[in-house]
């Protein structure tokens, strides 16, 4: 439970449960009972603590707060027939044909990948560089960012995985390998207990200097909702970064939430605030409790009968044989998927995936000791300043010239959008073959060493080269004594021998022949100038 999501999810839960039992007009002859069991975010631990929850014949589990234990603790309840709601397993390869059981009562990462590749997309960046954690969250989350971009013509340049439990250590280490790449765009997708780490040791490494674009998943947003008091030693590590948060509409009754889990917490000791997650666990527990009304009225039993395999194995000192199947579970799976409410988090609701409808995120720009709202991403209408809520009842419009967000201040409290690419510190130069000739030396000429080659051809270069959206260092290699002419048959085979990349020909060859002009020519360049 003392986890970022777990402080805000459990206390979220236990007033869900108040609430319902409080209100007539669900459940009005039944108790909802909660029994509650720590996994301590340990796949191990995570089974044996779901079986012994199976033990107490329970009609639905709510979580767990980890994709992984989501991937252990689905094939237990598959098995006993158990409807699974999670309101944070967002890896979105938990998926409804591998655990028919499953129900993701939050968004999936699907969806979240899709905005980041949105935002990668508006600021026309192609290549960004993957920071995430090793484990079936962060590989699941990865392998949906690369799916998204590659629908718009970007892709992963560099996969940064950091393994579970790293020290500084190896997240250094990983880091440094990260910052050689030539992609300055990074995107983070660890968890929130330990991805704070990421940004510190980044700092460190200069790489939370102007010219870098950090996107953080909605973990960072759980993080900074949850922190009762803004460290701004901490904050300074992470300024510039675009976050992405779960929308969940302004309303009154989430402020009235909000207020009376503050009051609890306070009363409680709990020393953290409240993030989106806490708001996803309350619906969870209402939308349980909807669907067990809505099966009492329907005439269904609750009835647990024995698993003859579970049976066959009584002399087994794990007792596998008081488990129990539950008669109804399928009936219960379909009354939770057939949920239809507005609660805390806007409209709950599946779709034919059984993700909820109208997922959407909010993007905001960290910066001073908070952060400031910069837009929207729905899966309806793509990046607008307006909020989701307001969009739906118009046309979809996710047309690149509709896709709007307000200013960002980026790293190095730059407002100038970054290029997102620098040449690799573990690349080559650019290598240009600069013929020298024996005459038009106006044109291009050189002396020993390539910051010696000069001319009107290499102005014209150096100009074009400054006009691209990332540095490209240049080595010129000078070709010939300019006293005889080079033979150009020479120059071919030294780019054929990767000599030289590329080579001045098409200059050097025209500018051979006399050209008669008008006294007054222009030539458009940048800025224009007359000659």
């Known amino acids: 439970y003392d986890s970022v999501i777990g402080r805000a999810a459990r206390l979220a839960i236990e007033l869900a449960v108040d609430d319902v039992n409080a209100d007539r007009t669900v459940l009005a002859a039944t108790r909802l009972s909660l029994v509650a069991q720590d996994t301590n975010c340990s796949g191990f631990l995570g089974t044996i603590e779901a079986l012994e929850l199976m033990e107490k014949n329970v009609v639905a589990v709510i979580g767990p707060q980890s994709s992984g234990i989501g991937h252990v603790i689905s094939h237990v309840v598959n098995e006993l027939h158990v409807p699974l709601l999670s309101f944070a397993a967002t890896d979105p390869t938990l998926s409804a044909s591998e655990y028919p ?31 995430f954690a090793d484990d079936d969250y962060g590989r699941g989350g990865v392998s949906a960012l690369g799916d998204a971009l590659a629908t718009r ?60 674009v950090w996107i953080v998943t909605d973990w960072l947003a759980a993080v900074l909702d949850s922190s009762a008091s803004r460290d701004l030693k901490g904050m300074s590590h992470i300024q510039g970064l675009v976050v992405l948060r779960q929308h969940t509409p302004e309303s009154d009754a989430k402020d009235k939430f909000t207020t009376k889990w503050n009051n ?49 194995s009584k002399d087994s000192t794990l007792q596998l044989s008081t488990l129990k199947v539950f008669d109804g579970g399928e009936q219960m799976l379909q009354q939770l998927l057939l949920t239809n409410f507005t609660g805390l988090t806007g409209l709950v609701q599946f779709g034919p995936d059984r993700n909820l409808v109208r997922p959407a995120y909010d993007i905001l720009n960290v910066g001073g000791s908070g952060s400031r709202l910069i837009g929207y991403w729905s899966n309806y209408s793509g990046l607008s300043v307006a909020a989701p809520e307001t969009l739906y009842q118009k046309p979809s419009n996710a047309s ?69 959206p990332y540095p490209v260092p240049c080595q010129f290699i000078t070709i010939g004594d300019g006293k005889k002419n080079p033979n150009y048959d020479d120059i071919i085979s030294m780019v054929a021998d990767n000599v030289c990349s590329i080579s001045f020909f098409l200059p050097v060859y025209v500018f051979n022949h006399f050209v008669i002009s008008p006294l007054i020519c222009f030539i458009f360049t940048s800025p224009l100038m007359q000659l």
């Open 101 to 131: 059981y499953f129900i993701r009562t939050t968004m999936s990462d699907y969806f979240q990948m899709n905005a980041v590749a949105s935002i990668v997309d508006y600021y026309q960046w192609k290549e960004v560089t993957a920071i």
């Open 264 to 312: 609890a917490a306070r009363s409680r000791g709990i020393n953290s605030g409240l993030n989106s997650y806490g708001f996803y666990a309350y619906d969870s527990v209402w939308a349980v409790a909807r669907g067990i009304d809505q099966f009492l009225d329907n005439g269904q039993q609750v009835n647990f009968s024995a698993d003859p395999r579970l049976h066959r």
């Open 153 to 212: 013509r970007a892709k992963i340049s560099h996969k940064a995985a950091i393994p579970p439990n790293s020290n500084t250590e190896v997240i250094n280490d990983v880091l440094f390998r990260a910052n050689m790449m030539e992609s300055r765009v990074m995107v983070v997708h660890a968890n929130p207990d330990t991805g704070m780490r990421i940004f510190s040791v980044a700092n460190k490494l200069q790489m939370m200097a102007s010219g870098y």
């Open 400 to 468: 690149s010239v509709a896709q709007r967000l307000y200013n960002v201040v980026w790293p190095g409290d730059s407002t100038t959008t970054p290029k997102g690419w620098v040449f690799p510190n573990n690349g080559q130069p650019l290598r240009v073959g600069v013929p020298i000739k024996a005459s038009f030396k106006e044109l291009v000429a050189g002396g020993r060493g390539s910051d010696n080659v000069t001319g009107y051809c290499i102005d014209i270069f150096n100009a074009a080269i400054r006009l691209l």
